[in-house]
């Protein structure tokens, strides 16, 4: 169980950091189609948001303690910190390299859930990643560092 609440602290301590980049992104994004990333920054920090309160509630039910303090957040952030450009598609590339670390300790979280036996937790986790996947499938689609020449000439 110990493995667990530690897996689960250090999401929660990456998903903090996940909503704040998102929501820095939301009010910092300038330039061309600003009011398009603007909405697509506010929907994944509103998501990423709805999910911290939830996390801590689950350590909760582990007899476990959420970090008391930002500095214990940062301090147990495994995220790294991105350069900081405030155009839309270094935004969105950003936010793209956090959200796919952010799926890659979704998926060692839903491990440790399972292995505990802990269904409802596991559930939850599975629903995340989910929600995080359609982020990546949104924040990828908006950023032209992905997009491959030879699939756009095939559009033409």
């Given at each position: 169980m ?11 301590c ?9 929501h820095?992104?939301?009010w ?7 009011s398009q ?5 506010g929907?994944i ?30 301090d147990?952030?495994?995220?790294a ?13 950003d936010?793209?390299a956090?959200n796919?670390?952010?799926i ?10 399972d292995?505990?036996?802990e269904q ?16 990546r499938?949104?924040l990828?689609?908006s ?14």
């Amino acid at each position: 169980m110990e493995n667990l609440v530690q897996v689960l602290k250090s999401l929660l301590c990456d998903t903090y950091a996940f909503y704040y980049r998102a929501h820095q992104a939301h009010w910092n994004v300038v330039g061309r189609d600003f009011s398009q990333y603007h909405d697509l920054f506010g929907a994944i920090y509103d998501d990423a948001y709805g999910s911290i309160d939830r996390l801590a509630e689950n350590l909760r039910k582990l007899d476990a303690f959420a970090p008391v303090s930002l500095r214990e957040v940062v301090d147990g952030c495994g995220l790294a910190q991105g350069p900081v450009a405030f155009d839309p598609d270094s935004l969105a590339r950003d936010l793209l390299a956090s959200n796919d670390a952010l799926i890659a300790k979704l998926r060692v979280a839903f491990i440790a859930a399972d292995s505990a036996n802990e269904q409802g937790i596991a559930n939850f986790i599975a629903e995340r990643e989910d929600a995080h996947k359609k982020w990546r499938w949104q924040l990828k689609a908006s950023s032209s560092a992905t997009i491959d020449p030879a699939q756009l000439a095939e559009l033409d």
